[in-house]
DNA sequence: GCCGACTTGACTGAACTCATTCAGTGGCAT
DNA sequence: ATGCCACTGAATGAGTTCAGTCAAGTCGGC
């Protein structure tokens, strides 16, 4: 076999744009270890001396895929300006490239724990956002949040709990409702402030 | 081998007691099927007839821990009376039978995402129990809560994330404050509460 | 009521699959 | 020329499967 050498953070990068491509194909537990070296032309041993496990190379896709929507949240938010209120709003209501990340969950079957962990990586991803936004509340009055880090991190842990939850709420629009009113009354934006 | 048959639900519990006990002596990894197996003196592939995987195993134990759990708060709630108020910081501020539970978490080691489904599944032990005091809360006056399922699946997720997160809060005192403002916050137990 | 054929499914244990390891190889930089 | 380390590929061993076995209960005939 021809041994052809690569950069390692190329070599990392095409291990895991490979992993991703036949999780996605055919399922995390249907893809084999074998399947990813035999796609990339190298030896399976190849993939161990870049990650310790298979499931390592899972968390590596699921922390691109975290930093990718990241990265588009910050992007929307740069390009969207508005009172404080409506970028939280923005940032709440829309889900932008939950398509790789969606594309991912299906591929995870039984592995339970883990979807839930993507979940919470995935919420997770907007937490510096988030804390941004309500420091600014803070400041321009709009909002009333002591604990700016962790109220948005209970905030996104909690969102990422009700979306997970597909059984427990009939319709879809009384989880809208509850995550709003939630919301707002976790960040202290309610309509009559106190003094 | 002599062949001893058992009652079907005797021998699974059989199973999960052996798992539990091994996963905490050595650890989830370290724990083999056939070690299983062994200290129940049956053939390796028995296991396979109760349950589909070695973590399916894990998963009917973390169950079990979640069911007792359940079961004490529910004890504990019974056997102290008190206002709405007074019965949810019970609920929230003791931890009972987190041992069986806190024995586990450490066997988990390295795997990350059950560790973490493991602090939501215990969070959400306390579901059922959260629901029937925001709607008691509701009809007394105290709380002030149009969405209960939602809110209370809310609050123990979010709870679960802050618990979990170790390194983002410098001081427990502040987690904790925070914790109590957010949740006083979300089921409408403002000191003020509207007409 | 008792006995033997029959059925069922809990149980066995060896084979198999696939993740992981490891001793060695060769391309590349110095 | 030499050392480093990305890379090979076969060996290892743990999880899972599977074809078959046996205990226990069921049913029909005596």
Known sequence: MPRITKPV?????EIIDTALALFVENGFDKTQVADISKRMGVAQGLVYHYFKSKTDILYAVIDQLRAEQSANMQRLLDTHAGTTLERLSLLF???????????????????RAVIEYCVQIMSEASLPLLVSLIEAGNADG?????????????????????VMTSDVAAHEETKRQAIKTVIIRALGADPAPPT
Chains 1, 2 share one sequence.
Do not use: K, M, W
């Not at 953070?9 to 990068?13: L, P, Y």
């Not at 209501?93 to 592995?111: A, K, M, V």
């Not at 949040?145 to 905030?155: G, W």
């Open 9 to 13: 953070e190329e070599r990392r990068q």
């Open 142 to 162: 709009s909002l009333n949040c002591e604990y700016p880090l962790e109220t948005a991190l209970f905030v996104l842990h909690g969102l990422g709990g009700l």
């Open 93 to 111: 209501e829309t889900r932008p490239d939950f398509e790789h990340y969606g594309q991912l969950i299906p591929s995870l079957q039984s592995n």
